[in-house]
């Protein structure tokens, strides 16, 4: 597989590159298992630096190919997965998000080691949320790509037995630092609420991390912002 580089001129009259893709993924995982790693290696560097500008047909036929040859991504093709696993994916069309989801669940059937690499990257996107929410409530365009990010992990829970615990450890390691944004905390908790509607079981502790998240936000915000809270709730 190989990257050929197209530049055009975007609405602005700026210059962009696209890159189409010539498949052949397959051959290039057996050339890099047989010590001949350049055209891997180049296709590695090219995902990582340049998948958003892989067009969705490309990017549906190389999520079709890696699904082909899912028994072969052992350990010696992680840094393939990796990259593939960065891809911000959940915005794209509805073809490629089925084939992102199928890939997620081939690959953590077929290598349930990557599992917890599959599910950091899907608890990390619930912070990758730019756009803005009007009194706490989220966009449409945001409920519709967080969906997709959960109807994944309910997939991944069916099918790998060790999921469950192994999500509810990362949701809390994955927890914002005190000093991010509000609105990472905001959608971050969104999410963590959404993943008890499918796992009533656990809401208890769910809910345990948020209000523990929650204090730890109250005793590190500023005493002005305190003053100003205590001053509208007295009005």
């Known amino acids: ?39 891997y ?7 990582r630096d340049h998948g958003q500008e892989i067009r969705d047909e490309d990017l549906s036929q190389l999520l079709k190919e890696a699904r082909g040859c899912i028994s072969m991504l052992n350990g010696n093709f992680r840094l393939f997965v990796q990259v593939v696993l960065i891809l911000d994916w959940t915005h794209r069309s509805p073809e ?22 599959v599910i950091d990257q899907l ?26 990010i959960h109807d994944a ?6 099918i790998v037995p060790m999921s469950k615990d192994i ?5 809390q390691s994955l927890f914002p630092y005190f000093k991010r944004s509000a609105h990472e905390h905001e959608t971050f908790i969104y999410n963590v609420l959404q993943i008890i509607q499918y796992l009533p079981g656990e809401r208890y502790g ?30």
């Not at 997620?104 to 349930?112: E, Q, R, V, Y």
């Not at 996107?125 to 009194?135: G, L, N, Q």
């Not at 992990?153 to 069916?158: E, F, G, K, Y």
Request: overall charge neutral; aromatic content about 8%; hydrophobic content about 35%.
């Open 167 to 171: 999500l509810i450890s990362q949701v």
């Open 1 to 39: 597989m190989s990257f050929i580089g197209r530049t055009s001129l975007g609405p602005s009259g700026s210059k962009t590159v696209r890159f189409q893709i010539d498949f052949n993924l397959k051959a290039h995982l057996l050339e890099h298992a047989n010590q001949d790693s350049n055209k």
């Open 41 to 47: 290696e180049e296709l590695v560097r090219k995902i």
């Open 206 to 235: 769910f809910l345990k991390m948020i209000i523990t998240q929650l204090i730890t936000l109250d005793v590190h915000s500023p005493r002005s912002a305190l003053e100003e809270r205590e001053a509208g709730g007295s009005m």
């Open 123 to 148: 608890i990390t996107s619930f912070k990758r949320d730019s756009s803005e929410w009007k009194d706490g409530v989220p966009t449409e365009e945001s409920v519709r790509r967080f969906q997709h």
């Open 153 to 158: 992990i309910r997939q991944i829970l069916t």
């Open 96 to 117: 490629v998000v089925s084939e992102y989801q199928g890939f997620l669940l081939d690959l953590c059937a077929a290598h349930n080691y990557y599992t917890k690499h």
